[in-house]
């Protein structure tokens, strides 16, 4: 009984510190219509040992990414693989395919991404050469990539960017692409474009991006449409600047990967003729690109917040069996014991403001996957590691955590070991503000995850 009592004295004096903490800086002018939701969950027992509004439902930006990476795991386990298959369409006779050689995804994200060290295009050349073809006869084509599986919920704004790269069947190199900028020479002047890279002359561009001031970094925005041709770029680069990179989202992946794979396999003494064959010839198995296994593409995804990644791994457990990631997501974690249900999930990288998840059901969720260490160990840690880096670094790493960030919003979710030695699962949303107040919610942040370790049970 004494215990009993000691341990929830120890709970009210935790909570009575946070809880002033939190009061202290809503309190702050400007800070009074904030909303800062919290949960600490006990891996022990599994339960709540601190919320603050916990069951609110907010936008979990990319802290959404913990709930589709730890859901592959759990639904593909994390030795499983993407397959990329070859096939040349017509027959093969004297090293010559008397048609197409076509390539068929069946959702691989990391397909010729540059974060992982396999080289597509190696890949390929390898499989014609083992198959001792030098020729071929017809084209290079992508079967089955017609849809593309994006919410509609997405702003329209975000969706020309390298972020807003949407996952098909098929993708390359993470469907982005980089225009360089050269800067004026002062402020206002026009930006002009040095080189873009890949690039396909069908893009029609309209570059409006300005000069801004030394130093201003990358403010600049691509709207385009999926499948548009049509690319409009405004905002400003740094003054001087030269070859500023600035990455923007393929429109028209199957041909940016055929025209950049023809000239490789050129290069390499492959002949293309390009002359025209039926569709409907034979199909015969050439060989396969196999993708990094789940862990790998699970700690790309939370270490650097990779949205494309995320979408895809969720577009394709979900593709087959339900009717939408939401629906997946609900039955699938409910038969684990995690109840989903009065949360919406738009997407798998938490892009769309749509998007809610309760703090309460994410510590729930990541205590129910204590046991996983391939998950735990794609968080990256804090003050060390990814999107995290720079924060809390005064906390020993102690805290592995995923960081979310979208307009108004900043979130982190993750595991915790306190400086008693007990280990936890948390999560902590700030919703509400507006770019003055960037500052603060940092500082707040810092010092919150400080006073956090001191939880004692």
Same mark, same amino acid.
């Given at each position: 009984?004494?215990?009993?009592?000691?341990?929830?004295?120890?709970?009210?004096?935790?909570? !009575?510190?946070?809880?002033?903490?939190?009061?202290?800086?809503?309190?702050?002018?400007?800070?009074?219509? +904030?909303?800062?939701?919290?949960?600490?969950?006990?891996?022990?027992? /599994?339960?709540?040992?601190?919320?603050?509004?916990?069951?609110?439902?907010?936008?979990?930006?990319?802290? +959404?990414?913990?709930?589709?990476?730890?859901?592959?795991?759990?639904?593909?386990?994390?030795?499983?693989?993407?397959?990329?298959?070859?096939?040349?369409?017509?027959?093969?006779?004297? /090293?010559?395919?008397?048609?197409?050689?076509?390539?068929?995804?069946?959702?691989?994200?990391?397909?010729?991404?540059?974060?992982?060290?396999?080289?597509?295009?190696?890949?390929? +050349?390898?499989?014609?050469?083992?198959?001792?073809?030098?020729?071929?006869?017809?084209?290079?084509?992508?079967?089955?990539?017609?849809?593309?599986?994006?919410?509609?919920?997405?702003?329209?704004?975000?969706?020309?960017?390298?972020?807003?790269?949407?996952?098909?069947?098929?993708?390359?190199?993470?469907?982005?692409?980089?225009?360089?900028?050269?800067?004026?020479?002062?402020?206002?002047?026009?930006?002009?474009?040095?080189?873009?890279?890949?690039?396909?002359?069908?893009?029609?561009?309209?570059?409006?991006?300005?000069?801004?001031?030394?130093?201003?970094?990358?403010?600049?925005?691509?709207?385009?449409?999926?499948?548009?041709?049509?690319?409009?770029?405004?905002?400003?680069?740094?003054?001087?600047?030269?070859?500023?990179?600035?990455?923007?989202?393929?429109?028209?992946?199957?041909?940016?990967?055929?025209?950049?794979?023809? !000239?490789?396999?050129?290069?390499?003494?492959?002949?293309?003729?390009?002359?025209?064959?039926?569709?409907?010839?034979?199909?015969?198995?050439?060989?396969?690109?196999?993708?990094?296994?789940?862990?790998?593409?699970?700690?790309?995804?939370?270490?650097?917040?990779?949205?494309?990644?995320?979408?895809?791994?969720?577009?394709?457990?979900?593709?087959?069996?339900?009717?939408?990631?939401?629906?997946?997501?609900?039955?699938?974690?409910?038969?684990?014991?995690?109840?989903?249900?009065?949360?919406?999930?738009?997407?798998?990288?938490?892009?769309?403001?749509?998007?809610?998840?309760?703090?309460?059901?994410?510590?729930?969720? +990541?205590?129910?996957?204590?046991?996983? !260490?391939?998950?735990?160990?794609?968080?990256?840690?804090?003050?060390?590691?990814?999107?995290?880096?720079?924060?809390?670094?005064?906390?020993?790493?102690?805290?592995?955590?995923?960081?979310?960030?979208?307009?108004?919003?900043?979130?982190?979710?993750?595991?915790?070991?306190?400086?008693?030695?007990?280990?936890?699962?948390?999560?902590?949303?700030?919703?509400?503000?507006?770019?003055?107040?960037?500052?603060?919610?940092?500082?707040?942040?810092?010092?919150?995850? !400080?006073?956090?370790?001191?939880?004692?049970?």
């Amino acid at each position: 009984m004494k215990l009993i009592c000691a341990i929830l004295l120890q709970l009210n004096l935790f909570s !009575t510190g946070i809880n002033k903490f939190i009061k202290d800086f809503k309190s702050q002018p400007g800070h009074d219509a +904030l909303n800062v939701s919290v949960s600490i969950r006990s891996l022990s027992s /599994g339960q709540q040992v601190y919320e603050h509004f916990s069951e609110m439902n907010l936008p979990p930006a990319s802290t +959404l990414k913990l709930v589709t990476t730890a859901t592959a795991f759990e639904y593909l386990s994390g030795k499983y693989r993407f397959e990329t298959m070859i096939y040349s369409n017509g027959r093969v006779n004297g /090293g010559k395919v008397q048609g197409d050689i076509l390539l068929e995804g069946i959702g691989d994200p990391t397909f010729g991404s540059p974060k992982f060290k396999d080289n597509p295009f190696e890949q390929v +050349l390898k499989t014609l050469k083992e198959n001792e073809i030098h020729t071929i006869e017809g084209n290079l084509k992508v079967l089955n990539n017609d849809s593309a599986r994006f919410p509609l919920e997405w702003l329209v704004g975000d969706m020309g960017n390298y972020y807003g790269a949407f996952s098909s069947n098929f993708n390359f190199y993470e469907n982005l692409y980089t225009v360089y900028f050269n800067g004026g020479s002062r402020v206002g002047d026009p930006a002009g474009i040095a080189s873009i890279a890949p690039y396909d002359e069908a893009w029609k561009i309209r570059n409006e991006v300005k000069t801004g001031e030394a130093g201003s970094g990358d403010q600049v925005n691509i709207l385009n449409l999926p499948f548009s041709n049509d690319i409009r770029i405004v905002g400003t680069v740094p003054l001087n600047a030269r070859n500023f990179p600035v990455k923007g989202a393929i429109p028209n992946v199957n041909k940016i990967f055929t025209d950049s794979l023809y !000239t490789y396999l050129t290069r390499n003494g492959i002949v293309i003729n390009k002359r025209l064959f039926p569709e409907n010839l034979q199909n015969e198995e050439l060989g396969s690109v196999l993708s990094p296994d789940i862990s790998e593409i699970a700690r790309e995804t939370n270490y650097k917040s990779v949205n494309i990644f995320a979408d895809g791994l969720a577009n394709f457990m979900w593709e087959s069996d339900s009717k939408s990631y939401d629906e997946f997501l609900k039955l699938f974690w409910k038969e684990k014991g995690v109840d989903l249900s009065s949360h919406r999930f738009l997407d798998g990288s938490g892009l769309s403001p749509l998007n809610t998840l309760s703090c309460r059901s994410l510590s729930a969720l +990541l205590a129910r996957m204590k046991n996983n !260490t391939e998950f735990i160990a794609s968080i990256p840690v804090a003050g060390r590691d990814g999107t995290v880096a720079g924060l809390a670094r005064n906390t020993g790493g102690r805290i592995s955590a995923k960081s979310g960030s979208i307009t108004g919003t900043r979130n982190y979710a993750g595991y915790f070991t306190s400086l008693a030695g007990k280990k936890y699962a948390f999560s902590i949303y700030i919703n509400g503000f507006n770019e003055e107040q960037n500052k603060a919610i940092r500082a707040f942040f810092d010092e919150f995850f !400080t006073k956090m370790l001191a939880l004692k049970e």
